[in-house]
T-cell receptor
Framework: DAMVIQNPRYQVTQFGKPVTLSCSQT?????MYWYQQKSSQAPKLLFH???????NEADTPDNFQSRRPNTSFCFLDIRSPGLGDAAMYLC??????????FGAGTRLSVL | SQQGEEDPQALSIQEGENATMNCSYK?????LQWYRQNSGRGLVHLIL?????REKHSGRLRVTLDTSKKSSSLLITASRAADTASYFC??????????FGAGTRLFVKA
């Protein structure tokens, strides 16, 4: 059974057109993460939530925002996507321990 | 800054051979994890080793940790074509955060 679900799997947007990626979880985990991963690179943490407490990484551009309306859902908003934002976006959850559970990812293309 | 660095960057072996991947890190850790990522998919947790452990096994996986050298290795024995994937080490960074290395891309030829 899928435990961390990301929608859509593939997203195409236009340069500068806002886009929202979604993540849901059935694990009831406190912590939810968003990572950006470019080809052949390590996943890079953008931000994470502990419950409703938002934690932004210092080098995450202001162009990236997030919302967590409840325990199960978390959204990544890219306000004005640039060509450099084309990447795989990974959502993950953790029950407050060390192991993270990842969704299958959303591959974003920017035209 | 990136905590874990892995080598080799890519590894190609024949089915049935063993695959060894190494990870080095820079600061003290509480634990180190290994994850696997199939092409175009999310990461899957494989194994966690704590700083007071030296070796851990899970099926065909064997992980070692040397905190004095700040390094870890992942050994996959009797590899299969289905083991073809990228493998990442990850270290705890405090505050529920984990930092991933750049990964080793493993190709297992049938």
């Amino acid at each position: 059974d899928a435990m961390v679900i990301q929608n859509p799997r593939y997203q195409v947007t236009q340069f500068g057109k806002p886009v929202t990626l979604s993540c849901s979880q059935t694990l009831n985990h406190n912590v939810m993460y968003w990572y950006q991963q470019k080809s052949s690179q390590a996943p890079k943490l953008l931000f994470h939530y502990y419950d409703k407490d938002f934690n932004n990484e210092a080098d995450t551009p202001d162009n990236f925002q997030s919302r967590r309306p409840n325990t199960s859902f978390c959204f990544l908003d890219i306000r004005s996507p640039g060509l450099g934002d084309a990447a795989m976006y990974l959502c993950a959850t953790s029950g407050g321990g060390d192991i993270q559970y990842f969704g299958a990812g959303t591959r974003l293309s920017v035209l | 800054s990136q905590q874990g660095e892995e080598d080799p960057q890519a590894l190609s072996i024949q089915e049935g051979e063993n695959a060894t991947m190494n990870c080095s890190y820079k600061t003290s850790i509480n634990n180190l994890q290994w994850y696997r990522q199939n092409s175009g998919r999310g990461l899957v947790h494989l194994i966690l080793i704590r700083s007071n452990e030296r070796e851990k096994h899970s099926g065909r996986l064997r992980v070692t940790l040397d905190t004095s050298k700040k390094s870890s290795s992942l050994l996959i024995t009797a590899s299969r074509a289905a083991d073809t994937a990228s493998y990442f080490c990850a270290t705890d960074a405090g505050g529920f955060k984990t930092i991933f290395g750049a990964g080793t891309r493993l190709f297992v030829k049938a």
